[in-house]
Nanobody
Framework: QVQLVESGGGLVQPGGSLRLSCVVSGSIFSIGAMGWYRQAPGKQRELVANITSGVYINYADSVKGRFTISRDNAKNTMYLQMNSLKPEDTAVYYC?????????WGQGTQVTVSS
């Protein structure tokens, strides 16, 4: 059974930083694409960034230059380093795994940016 568990969310002031982690179990982590999505209250879930099993990385325009996605295949973990956080980054952040036509989601971690 594939499981994704996010951690690292919390409350941070504008301009601050957080690093999210997503640990994957039950699957060969090095195969397949991974991504971070977020959903703010009253809004649809949106892509933040994704990374393939190769070197392709894609970011939403709203986070380019501030967020960095990475993966450590040896640790079965994906990360999202978030710098220069803004109040509009407040949302529940989810990790997603896509492999062989299947997709899996984590339970989400809350990120709140507020003074």
């Amino acid at each position: 059974q594939v499981q994704l568990v996010e951690s690292g969310g919390g409350l941070v002031q504008p301009g601050g930083s957080l690093r999210l982690s997503c640990v994957v179990s039950g699957s060969i982590f090095s195969i397949g694409a991974m991504g971070w999505y977020r959903q703010a209250p009253g809004k649809q879930r949106e892509l933040v960034a994704n990374i393939t099993s190769g070197v392709y990385i894609n970011y939403a325009d709203s986070v380019k230059g501030r967020f960095t996605i990475s993966r450590d295949n040896a640790k079965n973990t994906m990360y999202l380093q978030m710098n220069s956080l803004k109040p509009e980054d407040t949302a529940v952040y989810y990790c997603r795994r896509s492999v062989r036509g299947n997709e899996y989601w984590g339970q989400g971690t809350q990120v709140t940016v507020s003074s």
